[in-house]
């Protein structure tokens, strides 16, 4: 129901853009984002964005480097990731909830991606 793709091997400095298409029209009314999971470490939130789109809330270490939109007429929801750093390299995984912002947490969601890898090579 969550697909995500974009992911890929990139150099340090480089971009890359994520999208997450979903299936169901019911998404259009939940909260979406993104968490990612590094090796060995747990999974952790990156991003996420209201239905509307109008609020947004990112993770510090991403703020300023990644922005989040979503276009609900194409079901889609995108990450631009910029500057991106070694410490970025992650498997990166779509995610939506019917929950605010501060509950938009990995126990609270209800539907994932199966997940895209980003690397980044320095």
């Known amino acids: 129901q969550l697909i995500d793709s974009g992911g890929g091997l990139v150099q340090a400095g480089d971009s890359l853009r994520l999208s997450c298409q979903y299936s169901r029209p019911l998404f259009g009314i939940y909260r979406m984002g993104w968490f990612r999971q590094a090796p060995g470490k747990e999974r952790e939130f990156v991003v996420s964005i209201g239905p509307s789109g109008s609020t947004t809330y990112y993770a510090d270490s991403v703020k300023g480097r990644f922005t989040i939109s979503r276009d609900n007429s194409k079901n889609t929801v995108y990450l631009q990731m910029n500057s991106l750093k070694p410490e970025d390299t992650a498997i990166y995984y779509c995610?939506?909830?019917?929950?605010?912002?501060?509950?938009?947490?990995?126990?609270?969601?209800?539907?994932w991606g199966q997940g895209t890898q980003v690397t980044v090579s320095s």
């Open positions: 995610a939506a909830a019917n929950v605010g912002t501060s509950e938009f947490k990995v126990e609270r969601i209800t539907n």
